[in-house]
T-cell receptor, first 114, second 114 residues
Framework: KAGVTQTPRYLIKTRGQQVTLSCSPI?????VSWYQQTPGQGLQFLFEYFSETQRNKGNFPGRFSGRQFSNSRSEMNVSTLELGDSALYLC?????????????FGQGTRLTVV | DQQVKQNSPSLSVQEGRISILNCDYT??????FLWYKKYPAEGPTFLIS?????DKNEDGRFTVFLNKSAKHLSLHIVPSQPGDSAVYFCAAGVISGGYNKLIFGAGTRLAVHP
């Protein structure tokens, strides 16, 4: 059974540009969450999608957006990139619609903004 | 406002000894707690979880203790092995409307040396 797949693995962008990251969840999983990891800040919750609808949102500016497709694949978009957006972006999927379950993470996309 | 705190950024333990990783939280509404382990260049992997109605959960060398009155949980690894060297994240979740939302701590880097 394939795990969570994130593409691309590495990305370098310049300030002001926009970027789109992709996440393919484990087959059968319908919930996809996105996290930002920066040194010393741990994993900051961005948003969660379930059945193509955003269910939860973290405290990030509107430059961060996402969507989920009917096949549960999800994309995350960051517009007008800033240097502080450099981070590891992790996607996690889970299959149960109710809480209390573990999330399975992808390897992440390392975004560097220069 | 960090709802989940891991106050020790790093921990060094000798092989064979016990490793104790600590986590504090502020929101008494959390329904469940999880520990994840993360190696460099990989996504976090689920280790062990505990429901808020329990005070202990054990899985092999790993035991998680929950003290609700103190809003504190800890992960015990015994005996510690060099392969346990990784960053450990504590996470807490709320079953809100039946959907997942995990809040992570900043992580503790565990080094197990021979």
């Amino acid at each position: 059974k394939a795990g969570v797949t994130q593409t691309p693995r590495y990305l370098i962008k310049t300030r002001g540009q926009q970027v789109t990251l992709s996440c393919s969840p484990i087959s059968g999983h319908r919930s996809v969450s996105w996290y930002q990891q920066t040194p010393g800040q741990g994993l900051q919750f961005l948003f969660e999608y379930f059945s193509e609808t955003q269910r939860n949102k973290g405290n990030f500016p509107g430059r961060f957006s996402g969507r989920q497709f009917s096949n549960s694949r999800s994309e995350m978009n960051v517009s007008t990139l800033e240097l502080g957006d450099s981070a590891l972006y992790l996607c996690a999927s889970s299959w149960k619609p109710t809480g209390g379950t573990e999330a399975f993470f992808g390897q992440g996309t390392r975004l560097t903004v220069v | 406002d960090q709802q989940v705190k891991q106050n020790s950024p790093s921990l060094s333990v000798q092989e064979g000894r016990i490793s104790i990783l600590n986590c504090d939280y502020t929101n008494s509404m959390f329904d469940y707690f999880l520990w994840y382990k993360k190696y460099p260049a990989e996504g976090p992997t689920f280790l062990i979880s505990i429901s808020s109605i329990k005070d202990k959960n054990e899985d092999g060398r790993f035991t998680v203790f929950l003290n609700k009155s103190a809003k504190h949980l800890s992960l015990h690894i015994v005996p510690s092995q060099p392969g346990d060297s990784a960053v450990y994240f504590c996470a807490a979740g709320v079953i809100s409307g039946g959907y997942n939302k995990l809040i992570f701590g900043a992580g503790t880097r565990l080094a197990v040396h021979p």
